[in-house]
């Protein structure tokens, strides 16, 4: 299995294939992996694998430097940006100096790259507390995570630690008011799983019209996996799971 590991609190740019020239921030140890879920198709590979002794997230002070250090130097080069991402080795929203690094990330991106979006890929696990849920709302992208309403598909996918709840993220993200993005992964694997079964579509479809985002992003595995024999699923698929959703007024980008 090959993995990928963010080696730098800063990071890119990279192309993404839904954010464009994206700048990317990581708030986890450098080339380890510290998250509250343990997804069957993460990137970054199994939780178990990204442990490395002694390894500590970045300082306030070190993520704000680096930022700004490569941010401005960046911008006299005239290198390009679409957005700021925070992504990298595990759930961002975890680091205990969150909220006031998105403040400092919004005044950099003012300073040098006024036209450029902040945006955030969370699990939406942190989203219950107001402080995560102030800083998310102040980012243009606040990109999160519900791969099912089905609990145990939930489960099965994201084998989230601790005491997880999917009616308290969901009534997390109500607090948006709509005005955030829905990302949810679609896979098979045999006849194990298969996120585009109708007993686990229906009620995905109903919570999306329930949390009414104002746009979903419906994405499959693109890169290697750490669970043996996952399968993408096509883009005709998730076009079809999207069209009732485009019926009832959601945007809906599909990624295959």
Not at 224 to 243: C, F, H, N, Q, Y
Request: glycine share 8%; charged share 25%; net charge neutral.
């Amino acid at each position: 299995m090959s993995t990928i590991l963010w080696q730098d609190i800063i990071f890119g740019p990279i192309h993404s294939r839904r954010l464009g020239t994206s700048l990317g921030v990581n708030l986890m140890p450098v080339n380890g992996k510290i998250c509250n879920f343990d997804c069957i198709y993460c990137e970054c590979g199994w939780n178990r694998d990204g442990r490395t002794s002694g390894t500590a997230v970045p300082s306030f002070r070190e993520v704000c430097d680096r930022m700004e250090e490569t941010v401005s130097g960046l911008h006299s080069r005239g290198v390009k940006l679409d957005t700021i991402t925070f992504s990298g080795n595990g759930e961002p929203t975890i680091h205990p100096d969150f909220p006031r690094i998105i403040d400092f990330t919004l005044n950099i991106r003012d300073r040098f790259y006024p036209e450029a979006k902040v945006s955030v890929l969370s699990n939406s696990t942190m989203v219950h507390r107001p402080e995560i849920l102030a800083a998310l709302r102040k980012v243009d992208n606040p990109i999160m995570k519900i791969d099912s309403a089905d609990p145990g598909l939930l489960r099965t996918l994201n084998r989230p630690s601790g005491d997880y709840s999917l009616e308290r993220v969901k009534e997390g993200l109500k607090g948006f008011g709509g005005d955030f993005i829905l990302q949810t992964m679609f896979l098979r694997k045999g006849t194990e799983i298969d996120c585009t079964a109708l007993r686990f579509v229906l009620p995905w479809q109903a919570l999306v019209l329930e949390l009414s985002p104002r746009e979903v992003m419906m994405y499959t595995i693109d890169r290697e996996t750490p669970e043996s024999g996952l399968e993408k699923v096509s883009v005709d698929d998730m076009e079809r799971i999207a069209a009732p959703l485009r019926e009832a007024g959601i945007r809906v980008q599909v990624r295959g």
